[in-house]
């Protein structure tokens, strides 16, 4: 009966099936069984000649009258669609939402507020700046958006993983992406905001202050996708059954925590790997270590709307956390692969329009020209069926009396596209039906172009920023910046972003100005307010708890490595749910010391870089050890890795390797059985079995050696090996 009434209630309520049965009515599957077709059914004899005229000894002319052919050549000529003018590199996946705290106080969406209901959706991430051919892990803003496929209709989220933008009003948009986008005699930086214009561009735009703050610390170069915040951005508003309204920002946290790579890692892997975030992500839901986030809003009820020292319909501020708390209620995961890229990631289109019952709109100026432009922008890309394409389809029945344009799949019967008619047919819906009613908003004002009083401060989140970093953020903000501002040759632009940075900070414009040749000020523009506010460091995420899930772990390896440390260590990752990669010589057998087991590696030296991994691991053996002593590229994984702050494991023979390619005294090394954990390096000279184990407990202050290891790699990078100075010792 349970079955029964469960099947019910999907039916009625929806469920994760609902779009992946939506989906299969348009998905074929290929098999061995099928043969070649055209387009208009007929099977083809061959697929590698045109019709011609030919002899035995002599090539003839290619015929026009080959319908096959041309059929194969024109599609292929037609492939491309435009690209996004942002947002155009990207990767997505299907998942769920779900709701366990329902905020009924504040809506009345089923989608925030049913608890038995299994929402399916798709978001989509992607970098803002570059082409689809672009790098993933430039630094950049990254797009976060998720479309719900709600029994009310879609709703569309559509957000970036940094909580504000640096325009306050749509109509500088063009500006501020022509700004930033290649720079127009040459087309070049791809994909990149190191240069004249677009520092030109913050400068002489105040109100982007914050916001450059956002995009120069290390929320601009994210670890992955799973590992990014969330924010809607814009100010929306909920209503609940009374017909309350408050304001609201959605935000949604990873439960793996928020990080980062570090530049110098994110510059070699935009060359190494430049589909490394697509990987990642892609790797971790086949892998079913399935992303999670959780799903919240911050709330200020309408009466409250006036009483901060900044407006809350501006999308350049953020609102405190200690001011508006973030309230919990749902939970996003992602669990399904695309099946395919283009008529999935590529065609899925996304419209902050696009809300349900109970969610509704402010009178954010940002969010008001984004409701026009988003669903403007999909005409030109897709055309005006674009709602019909099946990954952008609701699974709600969807009935109007739209008709015709290009490429319209929809067949509708009757004798009337019209209302009213004579049937009364396709008559609008009551409220009690579920219509979309908007709320009824007093508004008294003139019209002008002009803005209100508060959006003309520019400065004062800018500074909350910069204080609530920690020293490792600042430093990284002040690299970022010193790097930027480094590939700008016009020095009006430099040294008035020395200038800008004064607003902020006077210890901040004057290490910057330092650095790339500026003029150092010598007193602060404005004063420093000193305050800060929880939720804005990203040190503040470490996790829900420490883990090691999807972490890719390298185990460097050569002939006569010690299969008892290296079995041990590959059990206890796999068993974590982190992705052992096993790195060698060569793609090819590599042979235990005693010769009784072996391993065929996953990628040589050469083929495979640190960069692509969180943490490397050397097992000892004499023979393995003297191989790797004598490998530059070797050596280098363990410099580039220490560089990088990742964490090091180490045991037996491979202890001193470590030692002698780290050589710095203050990394100190185990000398007995016993673990030992410095600066992030972990290692253990004599083997002890029951440090070994394949089960493994993550924890702080652990004595076995995988516990210290899987710790390390657990919270991410080892950052005081930077706030000593450490990794600038130390060539990669």
């Known amino acids: 009966m349970s079955n029964i009434v469960a099947k019910a209630q999907q039916a009625v309520m929806g469920s994760q099936g609902d779009k992946s049965n939506d989906l299969a009515k348009e998905t074929k599957e290929i098999s061995n069984k099928d043969r070649l077709t055209t387009d208009y059914g007929v099977k083809q004899s061959t697929a590698d000649d045109w019709l011609r005229v030919v002899s035995e000894d002599k090539q003839g002319p290619a015929l026009l009258e080959d319908p096959f052919a041309r059929e194969r050549i024109m599609r292929f000529d037609h492939e491309r669609i435009p690209e996004r003018v942002v947002h155009a590199r990207g990767a997505g996946a299907f998942g769920t939402f779900k709701v366990y705290d329902p905020p009924t106080d504040l809506t009345f969406a089923p989608v925030l507020t049913d608890t038995s209901r299994e929402t399916p959706v798709f978001v989509r991430f992607s970098t803002v700046l570059g082409s689809r051919g672009s790098a993933d892990t430039v630094r950049d803003v990254r797009g976060f958006a998720i479309k719900f496929y709600t029994q009310e209709g879609n709703w569309d989220l559509v957000g970036n993983d940094i909580p504000v933008f640096f325009i306050q009003d749509a109509i500088k948009f063009p500006d501020v992406i022509h700004a930033a986008k290649p720079e127009p005699h040459n087309e070049v930086p791809q994909a990149q905001t190191a240069h004249n214009n677009f520092w030109d561009f913050q400068y002489n735009h105040t109100e982007a202050t914050h916001m450059f703050m956002w995009a120069m610390s290390d929320r601009g170069t994210p670890r992955s996708y799973r590992m990014m915040q969330g924010f809607g951005v814009n100010t929306f508003t909920l209503i609940n059954a009374k017909g309350e309204r408050h304001f609201v920002k959605f935000v949604y946290t990873p439960t793996l925590g928020v990080h980062s790579l570090v530049w110098d890692e994110a510059l070699k892997l935009a060359g190494q790997d430049p589909d490394f975030h697509r990987k990642d992500l892609w790797e971790a839901i086949e892998n079913k270590a399935f992303p999670k986030w959780k799903f919240g809003v911050q709330a200020i009820p309408e009466a409250d709307e006036h009483k901060f020292d900044f407006d809350i319909l501006d999308a350049t501020k953020i609102w405190p956390e200690d001011l508006v708390p973030v309230r919990y209620f749902g939970e996003l995961e992602l669990n399904k692969n695309p099946d395919e890229f283009f008529t999935q990631v590529e065609q899925i289109a996304f419209c902050t329009s696009h809300v349900v019952p109970g969610i509704g709109f402010s009178n954010d100026p940002l969010l008001q020209g984004r409701n026009f432009s988003y669903f403007d922008t999909q005409l030109s890309r897709l055309g005006v069926n674009w709602q019909e394409l099946p990954i952008n389809r ?182 974590a749910m982190a992705v052992p990669q096993v790195i060698g010589p060569r793609r090819a057998k590599v042979v235990s010391a005693g010769g009784t087991h072996s391993v065929t590696p996953h990628h040589h030296f050469e083929g495979y870089r640190s960069t692509m991994v969180d943490a490397i691991f050397i097992p000892g053996g004499v023979d393995a050890i003297r191989t790797l002593s004598t490998n530059g590229r070797a050596q280098h994984w363990v410099r580039e890795a220490f560089g990088h702050l990742k964490a090091i494991g180490a045991t037996g023979e491979a202890v001193d390797f470590v030692n002698k390619v780290i050589a710095l005294p203050a990394v100190t090394v185990s000398d007995s059985e016993e673990a030992h954990e410095s600066y992030g390096v972990v290692t253990m000279r004599h083997i002890k079995p029951e440090s070994l184990k394949d089960a493994v407990n993550i924890a702080k202050g652990a004595t076995g050696f995988m516990e210290k290891f899987f710790y390390a790699i657990s919270q991410h990078r080892n950052w005081d090996r930077e706030l000593d100075g450490l990794h600038t010792q130390v060539a990669y």
Not at 400 to 408: T, V
Not at 446 to 466: D, M, T
Not at 469 to 478: D, L, P, R, S, Y
């Open 394 to 575: 609701p699974v709600c029945p969807v009935m109007n009396f739209n008709r015709d344009g290009a490429l319209r799949h929809t067949i509708t019967r009757g004798t009337v596209n019209y209302y009213p008619n004579r049937f009364d047919t396709i008559k609008p819906a009551t409220v009690e039906e579920g219509a979309y009613v908007e709320y009824a908003e007093k508004i008294a004002g003139i019209k002008a172009r002009a803005r209100s009083s508060k959006f003309k401060e520019h400065f004062n989140q800018a500074q909350l920023f910069w204080n609530s970093m920690t020293q490792v953020e600042k430093n990284h903000i002040i690299e970022a910046l010193s790097f930027e501002l480094d590939h700008c040759e016009d020095p009006v632009v430099y040294h008035r972003m020395v200038e800008r940075l004064a607003d902020i900070d006077l210890g901040l414009a004057t290490t910057v100005a330092e650095r790339i040749g500026g003029e150092p000020p010598k007193e602060a523009t404005r004063p420093n307010h000193g305050r800060k506010a929880p939720g804005i460091s990203m040190l503040e995420f470490p996790g829900e708890k420490p883990t090691i899930i999807s972490r890719r772990i390298a185990i460097l390896v050569a002939d006569g490595y010690d299969p008892v440390a290296y079995n041990a260590a590959y059990a206890a990752a796999s068993s």
